[in-house]
Structures are given as C-alpha cells and as structure tokens.
C-alpha cells in the first residue's frame, strides 16, 4: 500500500518560514520523481516544485527565490523548505510522486500565511 503523508502545515505570519516533509511508503522512493503541489481555495492545483530521482529541481516561477526542494533517499522523504512566505503562499500543499505510469497523492497539509 502506498502512502504519502504530509507534516508540517501550519500558520505562519509574512515573512516567516515553514518545513514541510513528505514521508513515502510502498514505493521504490528513489526510482520516483517528487514533487508538492498546492491548491488555495476556488484555484486549481499547481505545481510548486519537483525534485528528479537524480536530484535536478524544477520551481514554479512564484517561488523561485525563496522555496528549496530536497529529497533524502535514505528516509523516504521529500521536504519543502519555505521562507519569505507571503499570503498568496495560503493552499494546501500535496506530495506527489510519480515514475513512468505510476502516481501517488498525499492527502495535503495545511499552510496559511496571515498576520
């Protein structure tokens, strides 16, 4: 069975900064792409970042600058490091893994920037 779980959602005042982990199991963590997604209220869901099985990143635009995406292949697990957040950064945030035909969802975790 497959699972991502989420950690580390919470809320946040502008400009401060959150760590988000993805723990994976079930899967062969090294083979699969990784990445988080985020989903704010009435907007679709869109890419925040993707980590390769070799470890090359991808960011959206929006968060270039101030999120890091790493992996850590000895844990099974993915993190977002997230700084100079502002309050347009508020969605749900998703792990996501996939490789070839295989893809695999976390359930989300919560990030709210807000003063």
């Known amino acids: 069975q497959v699972q991502l779980v989420e950690s580390g959602g919470d809320l946040v005042q502008p400009g401060g900064s959150l760590r988000l982990s993805c723990a994976a199991s079930g899967i062969i963590f090294s083979m699969f792409t990784m990445g988080w997604y985020r989903q704010a209220i009435g907007k679709q869901r869109e890419l925040v970042a993707t980590i390769t099985n070799s470890g090359s990143t991808n960011y959206a635009d929006s968060v270039k600058g101030r999120f890091t995406i790493s992996r850590d292949n000895a844990k099974n697990t993915v993190y977002l490091q997230m700084s100079s957040l502002k309050p347009e950064d508020t969605a749900v945030y998703y792990c996501?893994?996939?490789?070839?035909?295989?893809?695999?969802w976390g359930q989300g975790t919560q990030v709210t920037v807000s003063s």
């Open positions: 996501h893994a996939e490789f070839r035909a295989f893809v695999f």
